[in-house]
């Protein structure tokens, strides 16, 4: 029996790369790596086997339908692909909102409707703890990853009796290129150098720690395994513990 086609959008960088090699570790699953660098995708990817590499912009109106006819087996759906920018609300003007609802939210929700209609039996769906609670100066981000867990949830009501599984991981802050461009705006506004940025950032989780993408990876393999099928609907957080409940 052959092994599954994963979808994984952001799959050139970060979480999304980890996803996607850990998905093909022990050849357990076939990826479709989605994103919009093509030479980061190639430098990843390139002459790995089990992999087909798709150059997509996924807030494009019709990437979900292109997908779709691309791997028209596909198991699951890794909504990886995001945004996070922060800014006090005076400056969280209607450009900043429309961005994060647009690659955050309507293009998951897209790709989905369109896979899900195909075939699709497992969508993930990366959010953030900030999808669980409040975090000063980044309204944008969290409205955002609110939107998609509520939908997460949502769906997984709407599809259990088909066997359809939607979950939301949601990591604190993980060792990625974009936790790096955090922690220089974080110098950047307060004087402190790259360590004190990331202590004060790692002392939010009980651990006291900064995660890695790999933690994260290890469970969106799981959650699209046939282990987990009665895991459904669910918030599951990478977090040491920070927003324990």
């Not at 599954?4 to 959008?9: C, E, R």
């Not at 790596?33 to 390139?46: H, I, S, T």
């Not at 599984?165 to 604190?172: D, E, S, W």
């Amino acid at each position: 029996m052959e092994s599954p086609w994963i979808i994984v959008t952001g799959a050139s960088r970060g979480i999304g790369l980890a996803v996607a090699r850990e998905l093909l570790r022990d050849a357990a699953f076939r990826v479709v790596a989605v994103a919009r660098d093509e030479a980061a995708l190639k430098a990843a990817f390139g002459g790995s086997a089990g992999v087909q590499v798709v150059v997509q912009d996924v807030t494009d109106a019709g990437a979900g339908e292109r997908l779709a006819e691309l791997c028209p087996a596909a198991w699951g759906l890794v909504n990886n692909a995001g945004l996070a920018e922060s800014a006090p609300l005076k400056q969280t003007d209607d450009d900043l909102l429309r961005r994060h609802m647009e690659l955050n939210f309507y293009a998951p929700m897209r790709l989905t409707r369109a896979l899900v209609a195909k075939g699709v039996r497992r969508v993930v769906n990366l959010c953030s703890t900030a999808a669980l609670t409040g975090y000063p100066y980044v309204s944008a981000y969290a409205a955002s990853k609110h939107a998609l867990l509520g939908a997460t949830r949502s769906l997984a009501r709407e599809f259990a009796a088909k066997g359809v599984t939607f979950n939301a991981v949601c990591p604190g802050y993980v060792r990625t290129e974009m936790f790096e461009r955090t922690l220089e705006n974080i110098a950047a506004k307060t004087g402190l150098d790259r360590a004190g940025a990331e202590s004060k950032l790692a002392q939010l989780s009980p651990q006291g720690r900064v995660f890695e993408p790999g933690e994260v990876a290890a469970l969106v393999r799981y959650l699209l395994g046939p282990q987990a099928a009665g895991i459904n609907g669910q918030a599951l957080s990478i977090d040491g513990g920070e927003v324990a409940h």
